[in-house]
T-cell receptor, first 115, second 109 residues
Framework: GAGVSQTPSNKVTEKGKYVELRCDPI?????LYWYRQSLGQGPEFLIY????????DSGLPNDRFFAVRPEGSVSTLKIQRTERGDSAMYLC?????????????FGPGTRLTVT | KNEVEQSPQNLTAQEGEFITINCSYS?????LHWLQQHPGGGIVSLFM???GKKKHGRLIATINIQEKHSSLHITASHPRDSAVYIC???????????FGQGTTLQVKP
């Protein structure tokens, strides 16, 4: 079956612009995670959805970052007034549910470059 | 200090060598994951374990809960094993992962 997909694969934007990054999880997966990976570093947690609700958004760095999952499937990560420091690989993962015993399946990522 | 530490950060090996990558963590965990990341970003889950040892092909993962330590072993390494290997832990009942910084492995023919 289809895995996790993310669009776009690459996004170049100017400082100050607004961007949206999309994640399509595996069908039937209720848990969805967003992570951010800077060059040469391991990924860092941003936000976790269980169904439509954000169960944990403690990793969002500031109020310029926002994510939604209105129908419990596709999620959009939104970044306002982008800064050069937002440049990173944004990874999405999904799992059947959010419990500890479930594998997370990762998408290919969106590489965001803010110029 | 990071909650998840990996060593070494970089590793170069000759084809056929036995490889070990180590992971230490400082938080209570419900599970530990070993992940593989190839250039371009895609991450693949290799193992998820909460105790003991798991084996898949030439890969072996072990975990010692008391010592808060896990190892990933690769036997008979091959150039196609070249990738970044990442250790990640799940702490508590949340689904989120806490990642190590990754180990970049290069296997030379």
């Amino acid at each position: 079956g289809a895995g996790v997909s993310q669009t776009p694969s690459n996004k170049v934007t100017e400082k100050g612009k607004y961007v949206e990054l999309r994640c399509d999880p595996i069908s039937g997966h209720t848990a969805l995670y967003w992570y951010r990976q800077s060059l040469g570093q391991g990924p860092e947690f941003l936000i976790y959805f269980q169904g439509t609700g954000a169960a944990d958004d403690s990793g969002l760095p500031n109020d310029r970052f926002f994510a939604v999952r209105p129908e419990g499937s596709v999620s959009t990560l939104k970044i306002q007034r982008t800064e050069r420091g937002d440049s990173a690989m944004y990874l999405c993962a999904s799992s059947l549910t959010g419990g500890a015993g479930y594998e997370q399946y990762f998408g290919p990522g969106t590489r965001l470059t803010v110029t | 200090k990071n909650e998840v530490e990996q060593s070494p950060q970089n590793l170069t090996a000759q084809e056929g060598e036995f490889i070990t990558i180590n992971c230490s963590y400082s938080v209570g965990i419900s599970a530990l994951h070993w992940l593989q990341q190839h250039p371009g970003g895609g991450i693949v889950s290799l193992f998820m374990l909460s105790s003991g040892k798991k084996k898949h092909g030439r890969l072996i993962a072990t975990i010692n809960i008391q010592e808060k330590h896990s190892s990933l072993h690769i036997t008979a390494s091959h150039p196609r094993d070249s990738a970044v290997y990442i250790c990640a832990v799940r702490s508590g009942n949340t689904g989120k992962l806490i990642f190590g910084q990754g180990t970049t492995l290069q296997v030379k023919p």
